[in-house]
């Protein structure tokens, strides 16, 4: 079994967990399930499998308000982290976690991003700004800031300019 994860990062305001795994998990078409004091969401990976891809919703533990201006991370922004596993090689996985992040863009509001492990970049999207493909190895770290730039303000990138 893979120890890595694909991470998705949203920017939801402050919203409460459950609320925003409930949102997660319409936009996926999975479910809410809890395991403990963790907050899970899951789907299936297909009609005739029995695997799934699921992750636990929390709030972000790198999430600093107002951000540390001396260490700069772009995911540190972004109060909710979402940690996208599925029972499949990295390379599977990191297309089912593309495929969630794809449904939660296409449906939901919130500001996202979607790294591997945490520290590399693949993807990001707003309301404001649209989406980024980012080149491979990209750095979510200070190394890559003028990369994930666009992205530093989720709150100010949460609604289109009228």
């Not at 925003?20 to 809410?32: D, L, S, T, Y």
């Not at 109060?79 to 593309?98: F, G, H, K, N, T």
């Not at 404001?128 to 980012?134: L, N, S």
Request: proline letters at 9%.
């Amino acid at each position: 079994m893979m120890s890595m994860f694909e991470n998705i990062y949203l920017y939801t305001g402050d919203k409460d967990i459950k609320a925003v795994a409930e949102q997660i998990a319409a936009a996926i078409r999975g479910e809410v399930t809890h395991d403990r004091d963790q907050v899970v969401v899951a789907r299936r990976l297909s009609a005739d499998s029995d695997a799934s891809v699921s992750g636990k919703v929390e709030r972000n533990p790198f999430y600093e308000s107002p951000p540390n201006p001396q260490h700069p991370e772009v995911m540190a922004l972004y109060d909710i982290s979402y940690d996208v596993w599925c029972p499949l090689s990295e390379e599977e996985q990191a297309r089912e976690a593309a495929s969630v992040f794809n449904d939660i863009t296409d449906r939901l509001e919130w500001p996202a991003l979607l790294t591997h492990n945490g520290d590399l970049l693949i993807a990001a999207w707003a309301p404001a700004t649209g989406r980024t493909e980012f080149p491979p190895g990209t750095s979510s770290y200070a190394e890559s800031q003028e990369l994930w730039n666009p992205y530093a303000d989720p709150a100010g990138i949460a609604h289109p300019a009228p």
